[in-house]
């Protein structure tokens, strides 16, 4: 094949992959807001209430939908976070590299079974005091605590122009205080999220 022939084949391939990522980039794809709306406030055993994302947090999840709650489940206080990246995907970062960031040293990341697959329980000490957190991607079917993993299902989901089903979400649990939580009783108690 003569170079000239390669040469049009390469450049006609990158012009086509080029249009192509505008297109999938422009093309509106439904958000999680459904899914997150529909999560109850209330519930047997847990209390739950909306609380404000801060400033701070509005400008590192710019284009993202963030749902904050201050929870109590059966005595056990937390707060939940979960980031939907329809509107910004790069605002959904692996929560390991946060964690590390915010000058946090993970001390244990475990996989942690959950109702609908596996999340992280993840340790972690900042200047002699511990915290812990509970993290895992879901589209609704499946639950995920890859990092990895999410990144491959959004770009698939965008590639596939929504067709190959919901947005991943990042669900995230914090404890208030530095008592420590039983996540397997604190699911449990809140079927609702678990199901998420």
Not at 131 to 150: N, P, Q, V
């Amino acid at each position: 094949m003569k170079t000239s022939v390669k040469m049009g084949l390469l450049w006609g391939s990158i012009v086509v992959a080029v249009a192509a990522g505008a297109a999938w980039q422009f093309y509106p794809l439904a958000d999680a807001s459904d899914r997150l709306e529909a999560l109850p406030l209330r519930g047997l055993m847990f209390a739950s209430e909306n609380v404000a994302v801060s400033q701070v947090e509005q400008n590192i999840f710019t284009g993202a939908t963030v749902l904050k709650r201050y929870a109590q489940v059966r005595g056990q206080k937390v707060v939940l976070t979960i980031i939907d990246g329809t509107g910004n995907r790069h605002a959904v970062h692996d929560p390991l590299f946060c964690f590390r960031g915010a000058g946090w040293e993970v001390l244990d990341d475990t996989q942690f079974p959950i109702e609908r697959g596996e999340a992280r329980r993840v340790t972690l000490a900042k200047q002699g005091e511990p915290a812990e957190a509970l993290y895992w991607f879901t589209d609704g079917r499946h639950a995920f605590g890859s990092a990895m993993e999410y990144w491959g299902r959004t770009t698939w989901r965008r590639l596939s122009l929504g067709a190959s089903g919901n947005e991943p979400v990042l669900v995230m649990l914090t404890p208030v205080d530095a008592q420590p939580i039983d996540w397997q009783a604190l699911l449990a108690a809140w079927p609702e999220l678990g199901a998420f």
